[in-house]
């Protein structure tokens, strides 16, 4: 069975700082894909980033970068320059194909101005 | 662009009434369909998926139902709400299975 786990349940930033959010995951699975959500006070669920497992090279988007560790099953979110509007809660989640996404139970990321 | 779109956004409903929430997508064909509740301050529980129209897949055993009547809605219902149905529920669509997810914006449901 696949299981995502995010040992920070809380993490806070000074604004234009950097932060990194940790996620470690397990699965049996070859071929699995990765995900960071984002999930402000909206509660509106946001694609932050997406990694491929079979790629060896991290993804980024704009600030937002990560750092797929595969041997070690691990897969943290570094934001970079934090804005304000970066403060939400984060889920890591990874799905291998089928309809079940697997999620993390989420780190709540406060910005401090 | 793709676009979902789910209603109500807030609902307040007495223990034992029915229920319907409705989500679409727009600018997609034969998508995924996905509803999730999300408990306040916890992660996401799937509770069902569609792959095809009539397609109705349940993950947890519980008084709520799904149907997707069209190609792009999904509805989840339920005949009589519980108090422990308050909640959260987000409406999702992908591709196919296994590639992101993009989320509705949720209707917040609470049971008195």
């Known amino acids: 069975a696949q299981t995502v786990t995010q040992s920070q349940p809380e993490m806070s930033v000074q604004e234009a700082e950097t932060v990194t959010l940790s996620c470690t995951y397990d699965?049996?699975?070859?071929?699995?894909?990765l995900f960071w959500y984002k999930q402000p006070p909206s509660r509106q669920m946001i694609l932050v980033i997406r990694?491929?497992?079979?790629?060896?090279q991290n993804a980024t988007e704009n600030r937002f970068s990560v750092n797929f560790q595969k041997a070690a099953k691990s897969f943290s979110l570094k934001i970079s320059d934090s804005q304000l509007g970066d403060a939400a809660m984060y889920f890591c989640?990874?799905?291998?194909?089928?309809?079940?996404?697997?999620f993390g139970t989420g780190t709540r990321l406060k910005v401090l101005a | 662009s793709q676009t979902i779109h789910q209603w109500p956004a807030t609902l307040v409903q007495p223990v034992g009434s029915p229920l319907s929430l409705e989500c679409t997508v727009e600018?997609?064909?034969?998508?995924?369909l996905y509803w999730y509740r999300q408990a306040a301050g916890r992660g996401l529980q799937l509770l069902f998926y569609?792959?095809?129209?009539?397609?109705i897949s349940s993950e947890v055993p519980q008084n709520l139902s799904a149907s997707r009547p069209q190609d792009r809605q999904f509805i989840l219902s339920s005949k009589k709400l519980l108090l422990s149905d308050s909640g959260f529920y987000l409406c999702?669509?992908?591709?196919?299975?296994?590639?992101?997810?993009?989320f509705g914006p949720g209707t917040r449901l609470t049971v008195t």
């Open positions: 600018g997609t064909s034969n998508p995924n």
């Open positions: 999702a669509w992908s591709v196919l299975s296994g590639f992101e997810q993009y």
């Open positions: 569609s792959v095809g129209i009539g397609q």
């Open positions: 699965t049996s699975e070859s071929d699995y894909y």
């Open positions: 990694q491929e497992a079979y790629k060896q």
């Open positions: 989640l990874t799905t291998s194909g089928t309809y079940k996404y697997i």
